[in-house]
């Protein structure tokens, strides 16, 4: 079986290059909602926030060939005191653009 590879340089939240049912996998670590190390208020808000990963998750769903497999490297935030529930908003994101959440994996990072 012969394998076509592209690398895409662009939007995630409109692949346009991209027709439907087109991908077998997804691999996607999106940046942390304004962590102060790296995104120190790349998001005017938390809802902005929720915004992209839903336009993202509904392209990510068209895009993707039914039965295949979308992985979200996701951690949640905390910001300013403040924590942030994204692995639970992004599973129910994904969950309502049509994914069928599998598992969850957790990365213990080395201290």
């Known amino acids: ?49 929720l915004n992209v990963l839903k336009k993202m998750a509904k392209e990510a769903y068209r895009v993707l060939q039914g039965g295949r497999i979308f992985v979200l490297n996701i951690d949640d935030m905390l910001v300013d005191g403040q924590k942030y529930p994204i692995i639970a908003d992004s599973i129910k994101i994904f969950q309502n653009v049509g994914f069928r959440y599998r598992d969850e994996i957790v990365w213990k990072k080395p201290d």
């Open 1 to 49: 079986m012969e394998t076509k590879h592209k690398v895409i340089f662009g939007n995630c939240m409109s692949m346009i290059e991209l027709a439907d049912n087109a991908v077998n996998l997804i691999v996607t670590s999106p940046p942390y909602f304004n962590a102060p190390f790296d995104y120190k208020g790349l998001f005017k808000n938390y809802g902005q926030y």
